[in-house]
């Protein structure tokens, strides 16, 4: 028990009343809920997933809540860019994607899926007034982000200040024992906890996470920052970025999204602490996590992957081929049209940097020097095979 309610965690309320329930031999319901206005998962949601995991190996049981109902709501203020009104075709496909990814960590078997719509859907005016009545305005205002910016008199919709009250009630339909987050979910966890008691349920524990620093040694793992490591990424890539990470997360890494016993731990540290090849500890904190997500085998493969193109700057045995079928496009144009990146101004970043090259030679500028067969490196992983499906449209 002192492992499940330590390693990992950054709070719990009321770890008294938790570990009681634990002992108790109660089978407890434990809430994960998800925005499905975005599909991916990364390592920083994998923090609190991993714990779930745990819960279910003792017999417990996952309620995982698609938030489908408020994710076709939005924010209809227009002032939210993180969630997007939705159509219900959106919404079903990005929570089928979400799901693919949430089970490779959590068990399926031992996992209830709810919509939230079950209950939201057939909400009345009533009973929206109902709720809002249970809380005051000045407790919405004591969540940081509200009051910071009220204080500095940037708005606030009312449909943000309703959706803490919104996943309070989730709480309430389920019946939740223990609710699941990071700690920046404090409040609305909180707010879940206040809830029940006032409908006369038995307030759920809150159970927060820490949040992952994300690659770029700074902020928290987020895909909006590009600093992230996805779940469903190929073997290849998650090991790529893995050896990208600061020397000196090596540890929070090893202790947030690996199993590698607490003894051994210990052993690393004192290897850090010694100076030794900070190397030779991210491959094995790669290999960890590729073989955690996919399989032994592919995590030796995505190690040879990486000893070949990025240390021995090998160009990779297979390289995906993009075939191109209209006029010849600039450099820019053509990463963003075979996905390599994101968008044109990620493209001229990349290239203004010195991270892209096309059969070696390092481009300085937008270019249109690529014939058939040309190979195009974006940073030290990411490599495409030019095909001109008609050669004789070409110049």
């Not at 939210?80 to 929570?95: D, H, I, W, Y």
């Not at 008199?153 to 939740?176: C, G, H, K």
């Amino acid at each position: 028990m002192d492992r499940l309610l330590g390693r990992g965690v950054a709070e719990i309320i009321l770890e008294e009343e938790l570990r009681d329930l634990l002992r108790s031999g109660k089978k407890l319901r434990l809430k994960e809920g998800f925005d499905p206005s975005f599909p991916d998962i990364h390592l920083g949601h994998m923090v609190a997933l991993r714990k779930l995991r745990q819960f279910q190996e003792l017999g417990h049981r996952v309620i995982l809540i698609v938030g489908d109902w408020t994710a076709q709501i939005g924010d209809p203020s227009g002032a939210s860019v993180t969630r997007p009104m939705l159509t219900a075709g959106q919404v079903k496909k990005n929570a089928e994607t979400y799901m693919q990814q949430f089970f490779k960590v959590v068990d399926r078997d031992r996992t209830e899926v709810k919509w939230q719509s079950e209950w939201f859907g057939e909400f009345s005016l009533a009973d929206v007034i109902r709720l809002t009545s249970k809380f005051t305005v000045a407790q919405l205002l004591a969540r940081d982000d509200f009051n910071a910016r009220y204080c500095s008199n940037r708005p606030i919709a009312i449909t943000e200040l309703l959706y803490p009250l919104l996943q309070a009630y989730d709480s309430v339909m389920i019946e939740s024992d223990v609710e699941f987050g990071g700690t920046d979910q404090r409040f609305n966890l909180l707010m879940g906890r206040e809830l029940q008691s006032m409908s006369g349920q038995r307030p759920q524990q809150c159970f927060m996470t820490p949040l992952l620093v994300g690659t770029d040694g700074v902020h928290k793992m987020s895909k909006s920052l590009g600093n992230y490591i996805g779940v469903a990424e190929p073997p290849s890539e998650i090991y790529g970025k893995v050896m990208s990470v600061p020397d000196n997360l090596i540890m929070q890494y090893f202790e947030l999204v690996t199993d590698v016993p607490d003894e051994e731990l210990a052993e690393l540290r004192l290897q850090i602490e010694k100076g030794d090849n900070p190397m030779t500890l991210k491959k094995r904190l790669a290999k960890e996590l590729v073989g955690q997500l996919y399989s032994g085998n592919e995590a030796a493969e995505a190690e040879q992957h990486f000893e070949r193109v990025v240390q021995k700057k090998e160009v990779p045995e297979e390289v995906r081929e993009y075939a191109l079928t209209g006029p010849t496009p600039v450099t820019s144009r053509l990463l963003v049209d075979s996905g390599v990146v994101a968008s044109r101004s990620e493209a001229f970043r990349l290239i203004k940097q010195g991270a892209v090259t096309i059969d070696g030679e390092l481009i300085s500028g937008d270019t249109e020097n690529y014939h058939d067969g040309s190979i195009i490196k974006v940073g030290k992983r990411r490599f495409i095979r030019i095909v001109l499906a008609d050669k004789k449209a070409r110049k």
